[in-house]
């Protein structure tokens, strides 16, 4: 059975920083691309990030460009989103998801409904 579970969210103030984990079970972690989406109260759930599942090609949302990075580690399962500069609009459930194709993250919408979701981690930003 496929588990992923976010951890890392929480309140912050606006200009502050999070990191979210996303650690992943019951598949097999390095043969995956990861992405990392978000959904705001009342607004569909939008790309965020990706990465390969060599961790060598990642490609970013313009509205997080330059403030978040994301990285893997195969050896750990797990998949990290470094969030810097945080403002109020980026208040909202953070998803990670694994697909075995990261050309799918590339047009920077939803995934196949067969791809992998963990439950989502709350990050809300004060201003």
């Known amino acids: 059975q496929v588990q992923l579970v976010e951890s890392g969210g929480g309140l912050v103030q606006a200009g502050g920083s999070l990191r979210l984990s996303c650690s992943a079970s019951?598949?097999?972690?390095?043969?995956?691309?990861m992405g990392w989406f978000r959904q705001a109260p009342g607004k569909e759930r939008e790309f965020v990030t990706a990465?390969?599942?060599?961790?060598?090609?990642?490609i970013f949302s313009d509205s997080v460009k330059g403030r978040f990075t994301i990285s893997r580690d195969n050896a750990k399962s797990t998949v990290y989103l470094q969030m810097n500069s945080l403002k109020p609009e980026d208040t909202a459930v953070y998803y990670c998801?694994?697909?075995?194709?990261?050309?799918?993250?590339?047009?920077?919408?939803?995934?196949?409904?067969?791809?992998?979701w963990g439950q989502g981690t709350q990050v809300s930003v004060s201003s």
């Open positions: 990465i390969s599942s060599s961790g060598h090609r990642t």
């Open positions: 019951g598949l097999t972690f390095s043969t995956y691309a």
């Open positions: 998801n694994a697909d075995p194709l990261y050309s799918n993250y590339e047009g920077q919408t939803t995934p196949p409904s067969w791809t992998y």
